[in-house]
């Protein structure tokens, strides 16, 4: 539960995330390296006075999520993709979390719609006492109406004070075992993720990993790793970061370099890029919500 000033950060990311939701489309377009749109959606989120919750994340068509540019990265936007831009803001540590499907052939449309469409659905049924399974149903079914099909394993989460993913699910389908229920001046970020309904409907670890995040402080020797470590520590606490980000400090060698070692070391963790498994193109839809008695506040839009 929020204080006076917990409510005002979470405003305050909110507002930064609304105002850059409607520079996005801009932003991206085919041909363009992702690692500028990366980098022009970070640089303006600490313009706008807050912090990046997370590195932004690029997903082009079946990549569903996990996707931020690694250092030297030469990935540009295809022609004719779909792409998810998944951000997030915190100020001071309260977080607000979005995300934009924008396509580039016609025919990505429909599915972007029913991402969207859900979204609103779920938005409109989330209040104070609200079981999560049921807006898993809602999603679904308004998914299924469009024809397409929800990913399954990919959810919303409760959002708290320095944690994107504070315990709580929203599923995008009805789970019979998850009795959990929104409360009141909680903060929820609610995400269908849309595909074809010829694929699977579920996403699996690519074996890459491009998003980190801090474990622990011991069990690195090496000088310029703890240095490197430290670094991290200090600056991105338990959030989610990307290697280029530690580049504003070391060069691309050490940090490269003692990214390996702390890798091996288990004092920094990452997160696979998801892939949706057959391979299939996937929209998305994302508002950060505030659960209040009768209804809820979106706090990105
Ligand atoms: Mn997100
Ligand atoms: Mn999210």
């Known amino acids: 539960m929020l204080d006076a000033e917990g409510l005002e950060s979470t405003r305050k990311a909110g507002g930064i995330i609304a105002k850059l939701r409607k520079d996005l489309p801009r932003m ?21 006075g807050g912090q990046p919750a997370f590195p932004v994340n690029v997903g082009i068509n079946e990549i569903a999520a996990h996707y931020t540019s690694p250092p030297a990265d030469t990935l540009t ?22 995300a934009v499907t924008v396509f580039f052939d016609p025919t990505f449309e429909p ?35 469009y024809g397409f099909r929800p990913i399954s394993n990919l959810t919303g989460h409760s959002i708290e004070r320095y944690a994107i993913h504070a315990g709580k699910s929203v599923p995008n389908v009805p789970q019979l075992l998850n009795s959990s229920k929104a409360l009141e001046g909680e903060v929820y970020a609610i995400e269908p993720f849309v595909t074809l309904e ?41 959030l989610p970061f990307a290697a280029r980000w530690l580049e504003t400090k070391f060069s691309r060698e050490v940090a490269t370099r003692g990214m390996k070692d702390l890798l091996e070391k288990k ?24 659960v209040g008695k009768d209804g809820c506040t979106i706090l990105t839009g």
């Not at 409109?124 to 998914?143: E, N, P």
């Open 77 to 98: 936007i295809p022609q004719g993709s779909m792409v998810k831009v998944d951000f997030g803001v915190h100020v001071n540590g309260y977080l607000a979390d979005t």
């Open 28 to 48: 991206v377009s085919p041909g363009r390296p992702v690692v500028k749109i990366c980098e022009e959606l970070e640089s303006k989120i600490r313009e706008l």
């Open 198 to 238: 010829s694929a699977a409907g579920s996403v699996a670890n690519l074996p890459d990993a491009y998003i980190y995040r801090f474990v622990k402080l011991k069990g690195v020797k090496n000088e310029e790793s703890k240095r490197v470590l430290e670094d991290i520590h200090k600056r991105f606490l338990t």
């Open 111 to 145: 599915m972007a719609r029913a991402a969207t469409e859900a979204l609103d659905h779920a938005i409109k049924a989330f209040h104070a006492g609200v079981k999560l399974s049921d807006i898993g149903r809602i999603i679904q079914g308004t998914v299924e109406r």
């Open 267 to 290: 004092c920094i963790g990452s997160y696979p890029v998801l892939v949706e498994e057959t391979r299939k193109p996937v929209a998305q839809a994302e508002h950060t919500v505030l």
